[in-house]
């Protein structure tokens, strides 16, 4: 079944350590996305890539980091940058600059313990 | 600059009643793209429906139905005869076509009780 897959769905970090999060779809989509969902702010952009090996910082790139090495992956690195990094993120993808619906995965939560 | 508000952070609502949830977005593009999607609690959104700035006719679907108006910048969502299984998280978003972002509002809690 094609769709987005990230895993894993529960994350736990411990303070000063970096965390890859994956996000793999198979849709085909040129575009990919990373969301932070906290709760009273709803979905701020992280980052975002609309081709394959470029990628554009959102709202809140700030301790952030990802690579867009082939077209079905965009993994977002949380660095010990940032400095709240407890939250809910969603990955979604759509196809490229035709403003079509975006496809969301089912997130990963990560908490710093 | 764009910008999605949602200013009602909860709705709740006794099951068949009607409730719309508002959206009213900022942003200087003469063509862009207003969505609606859900987030029921297993935390994947779904999409319900596209609508591009040319298009300002409402539309119905079912027991939902929105209404744009590009005079008031608003994307309103209704849910008539709601059900307790409308209870999620609605967000409303917004796409420029000139930059591709996807952007989000709030969202608004929606509560139907039985």
């Known amino acids: 079944d094609g769709g987005i897959t990230q895993s894993p769905k529960y994350l736990f970090r411990k303070e000063g350590q970096n965390v890859t999060l994956s996000c793999e779809q198979n849709?085909?989509?040129?575009?990919m996305y990373w969301y932070r969902q906290d709760p009273g702010q709803g979905l701020r952009l992280i980052y975002y890539?609309?081709?394959?090996?470029?990628?554009q910082k959102g709202d809140i790139a700030e301790g952030y980091s990802v690579s867009r090495e082939k077209k079905e992956s965009f993994p977002l690195t949380v660095t010990s940058a940032q400095k709240n990094p407890t939250a809910f993120y969603l990955c979604?993808?759509?196809?490229?600059?035709?403003?079509?619906?975006?496809?969301f995965g089912q997130g990963t939560r990560l908490t710093v313990v | 600059a764009q910008k999605v508000t949602q200013a009602q952070t909860e709705i709740s609502v006794v099951e068949k009643e009607d409730v719309t949830l508002d959206c009213v977005y900022e942003?200087?593009?003469?063509?862009?793209?207003l969505f609606w999607y859900k987030q029921p609690p297993s935390g994947e959104l779904v999409f319900l429906i596209r609508?591009?700035?040319?298009?300002?006719q409402n539309e119905i679907s079912g027991r939902y139905s929105w209404n744009f108006q590009k005079s008031t910048s608003s994307f309103n969502f209704t849910i008539t005869a709601s059900q307790v299984v409308d209870s999620a998280v609605y967000f409303c978003?917004?796409?420029?076509?000139?930059?591709?972002?996807?952007?989000f509002g709030q969202g608004t809690t929606l509560q139907v009780k039985p």
């Open positions: 890539s609309q081709i394959v090996n470029d990628f």
């Open positions: 979604a993808s759509r196809w490229g600059n035709t403003n079509t619906e975006a496809f």
């Open positions: 942003t200087r593009d003469t063509t862009y793209y």
């Open positions: 609508r591009n700035s040319f298009d300002e």
């Open positions: 849709l085909n989509h040129d575009a």
């Open positions: 978003a917004l796409d420029s076509s000139n930059t591709g972002k996807l952007i």
